[in-house]
């Protein structure tokens, strides 16, 4: 069985034009986003997914790998299901779905995404939450909540605080979903295929649309948090975070070991 993960990466964000290759660090952010996801032992092939010249150029230019894709994807889900299906990948393979604006995660959370897919084939998707610690955050819409049943699978996501709590002076646990992602292979192509769902047009979340078809999706605790880069401002809080966590180390592409 193979464990490929893909980073989607495309040029155009409304709101970061050229996000991919900002530096982070002295380096583009995708670089770091593939070395992390290169360190992680469980996954067989590390790719970016792009529509564009300049970032397969520039993976290419660090020694990674890069697929490139059509620029009509709605999604980031849309555009690593056409790399994977590329690639050849069998139906019981894995796919690790690898947010490319995400460049400081540990290595070991991916190694908790695929988990529950390798220990059960009847799970289809896996994904990630982390407690949130900061009250703030909790009613950030920028944050999506998610809740889950007694066995870690999930009930719901959104961007409205969940659980909501009745009762004044009671306090609830709120876990913020992380945008990893792991899919069977058969599942992603399945995934991809369905037409949008009501609650997912509403929440402006494609996880939705798992839940509205009554697939379920496990979602593993993290102990640590993921930082996305949405604006260039973001930047200085990223590489904050680079220098306040220990250094992880990772393979490049000659096989050397480093540190980031």
Do not use: W
Request: charged share 25%.
């Amino acid at each position: 069985m193979k464990i490929a993960a893909f980073i989607p990466a495309r040029y155009g964000s409304t709101r970061f034009p050229g996000k991919p290759l900002a530096l982070i660090a002295g380096k583009p952010m995708i670089q770091h986003v593939y070395e992390h996801s290169a360190a992680c032992r469980e996954l067989s092939d590390v790719y970016v997914a792009t529509d564009d010249e300049r970032i397969l150029e520039c993976v290419e230019g660090f020694g990674g790998k890069a697929v490139m894709t059509s620029d009509a994807h709605r999604s980031g889900t849309d555009r690593i299901s056409e790399a994977a299906k590329s690639m050849g990948l069998d139906a019981d393979d894995i796919v690790v779905n690898i947010q490319g604006d995400q460049p400081t995660f540990p290595p070991d959370i991916l190694s908790q995404l695929v988990g529950p897919l390798i220990a059960d084939p009847s799970i289809p998707m896996s994904t990630l939450m982390y407690r949130i610690r900061d009250k703030e955050n909790i009613r950030n819409p920028n944050h999506v909540k998610v809740v889950t049943d007694k066995d870690g699978f999930a009930l719901y996501f959104s961007r409205f605080p969940i659980p909501f709590c009745r009762d004044e002076g009671s306090e609830g646990r709120y876990f913020k979903h992380l945008g990893f992602y792991g899919f069977r292979m058969s599942f992603l192509v399945e995934f991809t295929g369905m037409p949008e769902g009501l609650l997912e047009s509403i929440e402006r979340l494609e996880q939705l649309r798992a839940l509205e078809n009554g697939f379920r999706i496990k979602v593993v605790e993290s102990f640590f948090d993921s930082i996305e880069v949405d604006v260039p401002k973001d930047i200085d809080l990223v590489e904050g975070d680079l220098h306040l966590r220990s250094p992880y180390r990772y393979a490049n592409t000659d096989g050397d070991l480093s540190t980031c």
